[in-house]
């Protein structure tokens, strides 16, 4: 059975690619010596994008190994993992 990670690879690799170039602008915004508050939007905006790739792969986890695939919406426990993953997100955007 292939993991959950691995399954999304793709899709998680993109958004660390995406990671990866807002780190490089960061270290470019620091070594030019910008303003303060550019290098702090920058820094922002790469906590955004780390914050988006954790919640990718928690929501993926809760969705792989907390919830049964036979379930019906409606079953409780399927309602409180989706409950759980807008929580996870809500957190993790503020």
């Known amino acids: 059975m292939m993991g959950h990670v691995a399954q999304e690879k793709e899709k998680l690799l993109l958004r660390l690619r995406r990671l990866r170039g807002q780190v490089e602008a960061l270290e470019r915004a620091v070594n030019a010596e910008d ?3 550019d290098v702090l939007r ?3 905006s790469c906590r955004g994008a780390l914050d988006g790739f954790i ?6 986890h809760i969705r792989e ?3 049964d695939p036979k ?4 079953d409780p426990r399927s309602m ?3 409950e759980l993953v807008e929580i996870v997100h809500q957190y993790l955007k503020k």
């Open 80 to 82: 409180a993992a989706e």
């Open 71 to 74: 379930a019906s919406r409606d």
């Open 42 to 44: 920058q820094a922002t």
């Open 55 to 60: 919640a990718e792969v928690i929501e993926d």
């Open 35 to 37: 303003e303060c508050a």
């Open 65 to 67: 190994h907390m919830v």
